[in-house]
Structure formats: C-alpha cells, structure tokens
C-alpha cells in the first residue's frame, strides 16, 4: 500500500529547465512534508519541507508547490544544473515517528 | 562531529548466514530507525527506537531483530539472511524531541545475500 505517490520515476531535463517531481497522499493527518534528495553512494538528506499551511515554500533554486484540497505536492528545481542529478524523495509525516517515503525520481540533468 | 556513520560498507552473505549491521550517532538524539531501500519501493522502516531502552516495529520489521544499544547505537541483526534482504539499509537519527525535525541518514550498508 503506497500512501505516498511519486511521480515520474525517472526524469531528464536539459541544463537550465524546470524540473517538476509530484507527489500524491490520501492520509488527511499527514502535517508535514519534506523532500530528500539522494546522490550514488549516500543517504538521502533534507532538501527543503513544507507544512499544509502554506501552499508554497522557496529555497534558492527549489521551490514546494502544496495544494491541501487536492492532496499534492510537488517539486520545482529552476534552472536545474548537472549537479542536481540526484534521486529525490518526497516524504510525509504525520506523527514525529512515522514518515513515509514516495519511491523517489531519478533527475538526470544533461548539459 | 561525524553525524551517523554505519558498518560495514558492503557485505555479502550466503543464504542462512547471519549478521549485525552497525550503527552510531554522535548528534545525542534520542530516536533512531533502520530503513532498507529498493528499487522502485522507496525507502521502508525496517524497525525504530523513540528513545534509549525502546523500540517499535516498522513496516517491514520481518527477518530482523533490533538492539538499541545505548542512546549513540542502534544495531539491525539478521539471524537467517535469505537472498530478498538483499538491499541497501540505512540508518537515520533524529532528536526525537516531540516536535517533528529532520531526520539524518547515514551512508548506507549495501547487503547482497545470495
């Protein structure tokens, strides 16, 4: 059962475009939703996290998108750059102890 | 400050052996999880521990068992390895105040069990 549905699964996108990932939850007692971004080799860290709210969050090239009556949330990475090429996980949580992950997107960022 | 380091690495087993995946924090949180990742699954909560002295399982707490050492480490035992453990298994801390805040990964120990 997958209460967080992420997509696309993969993505490639030209240096200097808009890269959109979404997410999809069903639980209405989730309250707080980060984003993890994830290079080869590492664990995933806190990118940028958005409470219901607020329908938008910017940090530098990143940016949540969260719109509560549709139960979505996205990421935007402007102007994405090759060392954004990553696997980025959405995330929701709705107690401190319980979070959980969408299957994350592949970002493959070309020059 | 090293945050959350795990060992091993890598590891590879043969069916039935078994193994403890280590992990330590040096943050002073008080919750700490073990989560495997697979491809097209995401990451998964294998087992976690809200403080010293406790712990609760996760969604796919089945062929591990959990020791929660003292409040720096958290060890994932696998009595029986069978080859659909074989993953990538992270460690993550957080401080576990009450309030919800960021949780920290570790590097990961990348498990083949043929």
């Known amino acids: 059962q997958q209460q967080v549905k992420q997509s696309p699964q993969s993505l490639i996108v030209q240096k200097g475009g808009i890269s959109i990932i979404n997410c999809a939850y069903e639980?209405?007692?989730?309250?707080?939703f980060p984003w993890y971004q994830q290079f080869p080799g590492k664990g995933p860290a806190l990118l940028i996290a958005i409470r219901p709210d607020v329908s938008e969050k910017k940090e530098g090239r990143f940016t949540i998108s969260f719109n509560k009556s549709a139960k979505q949330f996205s990421l935007h990475i402007m102007d994405s750059q090759p060392g954004d090429s990553a696997t980025y996980f959405c995330a929701a949580l709705e107690s401190y102890q319980k979070v959980t992950f969408g299957i994350g997107t592949k970002l493959q960022v070309i020059p | 400050n090293a945050g959350v380091t795990q060992t091993p690495k890598f590891q590879v087993l043969k069916t039935g052996q078994s193994m403890t995946l280590q992990c330590a924090q040096d943050?002073?949180?008080?919750?700490m999880y073990w989560y495997r990742q697979d491809p097209g699954m995401g990451l998964r909560l294998i087992y976690y521990?809200?403080?010293?002295?406790?712990?609760d399982k996760g969604e796919v707490p089945n062929g591990y068992n959990v020791s929660r050492l003292n409040k720096r480490e958290f060890s994932l035992r696998l009595e029986s390895a069978a080859p659909s453990q074989t993953s990538v298994y992270f460690c993550?801390?957080?401080?576990?105040?009450?309030?919800?805040?960021?949780?920290?990964f570790g590097p990961g120990t990348r498990l083949t069990v043929l």
């Open positions: 993550a801390s957080t401080a576990g105040t009450g309030e919800i805040d960021t949780q920290y």
């Open positions: 943050m002073n949180h008080n919750s």
């Open positions: 521990s809200a403080s010293e002295g406790t712990t």
């Open positions: 639980n209405t007692a989730f309250d707080y």
